[in-house]
């Protein structure tokens, strides 16, 4: 009698089924970057029959000037972009922070609706407007165009960290004898950084991975990784791209890793409870 | 002729405008002398955070004037007047050390950095933290972060120092552990302290004079026995610890003492301030403490009174006796002495007020 009550049904238990969905769902995200990485690795020219491991198709990726140039244009407009754009992204949520004034809802709304907006929009928008005013197509507008759609989600994590911070803070600044740009120096900026890193980060992996804008407003000369990569799928898959993919795959993710730790770091040391 | 620290002349402040105006706090005056702890008290929403901000420089008055040690500090920023707040949340630099907190000040006021090492160290050693210099504020208690933020405020070596509320986060025992450091502290660095809160005994515990705020008014401004002993509004009256109040009718004045009349009962009255203006027969409302009032045997009190209810709370017994014209009063009883029987609820009492413990209200 007492048994019927007190053990439960481990089978009927719905976080069961959740953890078992959960491992599908993983499953699903994974298997394609996983099947692209272990592929990567094949000495077989054919890239989906499996004959030995080998490392010849990154020899052969980096070995190749024309990736070579792609990756650093990628790198080139990431980091101009990243810089600028956080820049921005900075300046623009401690103006839109500060005590409210006139449009400043409006002006909040105003730098997030690129996320909203289709790329394919803004590609073409953004294309439309170079024409018309006659700007050169090249790495040039790649990073212009990339600075602008950089700059909603570097403004993001920089925001939230502004909304999470305890304004007292700037008070005690002012109290203890330091004019407006002291207070940002030495208390707004430091507590402000981890925000400002995560931007950065942000801004930094939606540049390196932009493919419609970038298509849209790349001149002759002007490829970026991804472009590449779509032009050589376009010749037949071969194991090198698989190799050029990985290692689009493994920027991302070090830029991430990055983040993770630094936040890490400072976490720790910047909460009081 | 002393300076007062700090001197309030006519100042209001109005939050929003238009319809939606709130005054936070209607013409205030009142002065703190030099190496006073004073104390605003009130209840949330009284003004008093209000008035510590206008003298901090975080707010500006509408109107009204405030001087510090005879100095206009109108136009003045926070960085500019020589006045240090410790906040209710503490708002140490999580990013800093403790040592570095509690050097920012001086760092703000260009001080060398040996000379910022030294009072450091000082100011470590006032608050009796000294081996905590090297940590970040996250890695302390309540208690110690409390300490720092005192410590930080005290390092420039203010004029004023201005409490908000410091202790609101601590426990009972922690809090009230502080109360005497803070007076020890005050006394030792000679420097004002302007100490903002709602809790009445800490308040009464730590304060030269208290200024009992309600409303964006200053209600009374006294000593704490003062305001305790003859507090002059029922406001005051019924803030500060518990109290009956006895609407009465004045029937003759005696030497110093107001007799009144409360239904069957008489009550010799001490007068308020400025009552010389009473008239006999005039409708006047008494306040009595409830340890004033003495329980008798029947027929030896002033009056008969069935107890309605009892309760021990250790140190005292608090009765609540109901005397024959529908009065109610609460009597407190120390626990003291040994008696027989204390009396339960339905008994009937005798109860007196002693001949000077009523006091007349303003209103």
């Known amino acids: 009698m007492a048994k019927s009550m007190n053990t439960p049904k481990k089978t009927r238990n719905p976080i069961n089924w959740l953890k078992a969905w959960s491992h599908l769902f993983f499953l699903y995200l994974y298997a394609p970057i996983a099947v692209l990485i272990i592929y990567s690795f094949n000495d077989n020219r054919i890239a989906q029959v499996w004959t030995e491991f080998s490392t010849k198709w990154y020899v052969k990726a980096f070995t190749n000037e024309d990736i070579q140039r792609a990756i650093v244009n990628s790198l080139k407009v990431a980091f101009v972009a990243t810089i600028v754009s956080t820049l921005f992204a900075t300046m623009a949520a401690l103006v839109l922070f500060r005590p409210k004034f006139r449009g400043q809802v409006i002006s909040n709304a105003i730098i997030s609706l690129p996320l909203l907006v289709p790329e394919i929009a803004t590609a073409v928008a953004t294309l439309s407007f170079f024409a018309a005013i006659k700007f050169p197509l090249g790495l040039t507008s790649i990073i212009i165009a990339h600075i602008v759609f950089c700059i909603p989600f570097a403004f993001m994590p920089i925001r939230a960290r502004l909304a999470g911070m305890d304004q007292t803070l700037q008070e005690a600044g002012k109290d203890l004898y330091a004019n407006e740009w002291q207070v940002f120096y030495y208390v707004t900026l430091p507590m402000l950084k981890p925000g400002i890193i995560a931007g950065a980060i942000l801004a930094f992996i939606i540049s390196v991975d932009d493919f419609i804008i970038s298509l849209m407003v790349a001149g002759a000369g002007a490829t970026t990784l991804p472009l590449y990569i779509y032009s050589m799928i376009r010749l037949g898959v071969s194991p090198e791209i698989n190799a050029v993919s990985t290692v689009l795959f493994c920027i991302s993710v070090s830029a991430i890793a990055a983040y993770w730790l630094i936040s890490r770091q400072t976490e720790d040391k910047t909460h009081v409870h | ?363």
Do not use: W
């Open chain 2, 1 to 363: 002729m002393t300076t007062n620290a700090i001197a309030v002349n006519g100042v209001d402040k109005v939050y929003g405008s238009g319809a939606n105006a709130v005054t936070a706090l209607q013409n205030i005056h009142l002065e703190i002398k030099d190496q006073e702890f004073f104390t605003l008290l009130g209840p949330s929403g009284c003004g008093k955070t209000t008035l510590l901000r206008l003298i901090a420089g975080f707010e500006q008055p509408n109107q009204g004037e405030i001087l510090l040690f005879g100095e206009h500090l109108e136009g003045l920023e926070p960085n500019q007047r020589p006045v240090n707040t410790v906040f209710q949340n503490y708002s140490l630099f999580p990013h800093m050390t403790i040592s570095e907190n509690i050097g920012f000040g001086l760092k703000m006021q260009g001080v060398d950095s040996a000379q910022i090492n030294t009072t450091v160290g000082e100011m470590l050693e006032l608050v009796k933290m000294q081996e905590y210099g090297s940590r970040k504020p996250n890695q302390l208690s309540g208690g110690q972060q409390q300490r720092i933020a005192l410590a930080r405020a005290l390092a420039p070596k203010p004029k004023v120092l201005l409490l908000d509320e410091p202790f609101s986060a601590l426990d009972l025992k922690l809090r009230q552990a502080m109360r005497h450091e803070l007076k020890q502290l005050q006394k030792e660095t000679g420097i004002t302290f302007v100490f903002v809160t709602h809790d009445q005994e800490e308040a009464m515990s730590m304060s030269d004079r208290i200024a009992v705020m309600s409303q964006g008014k200053v209600q009374q401004l006294d000593a704490p026995e003062t305001i305790y002993e003859m507090p002059e509004n029922r406001f005051v009256a019924n803030f500060i610890g518990d109290v009956n109040l006895i609407e009465a009718t004045l029937t003759r004045r005696h030497n110093e003492n107001l007799i009144c009349a409360a239904g069957a009962m008489e009550i010799i009255a001490k007068p308020g301030r400025s009552h010389s203006t009473l008239v006999d027969g005039q409708n006047i409302q008494l306040a009595v403490r409830p340890e004033k009032l003495q329980i008798t045997e029947i027929g030896e009190g002033a009056i008969d009174a069935i107890v309605l209810d009892s309760m021990y709370i250790g140190t005292d017994r608090f009765f609540t006796a109901q005397c024959s014209n529908d009065l109610v009063l609460e009597v407190r009883m120390q626990n003291s002495h040994l008696q027989e029987r204390p009396p339960a609820s339905g008994d009937r009492v005798g109860l007196s007020i002693p001949p000077g413990s009523a006091v007349v209200l303003n209103d």
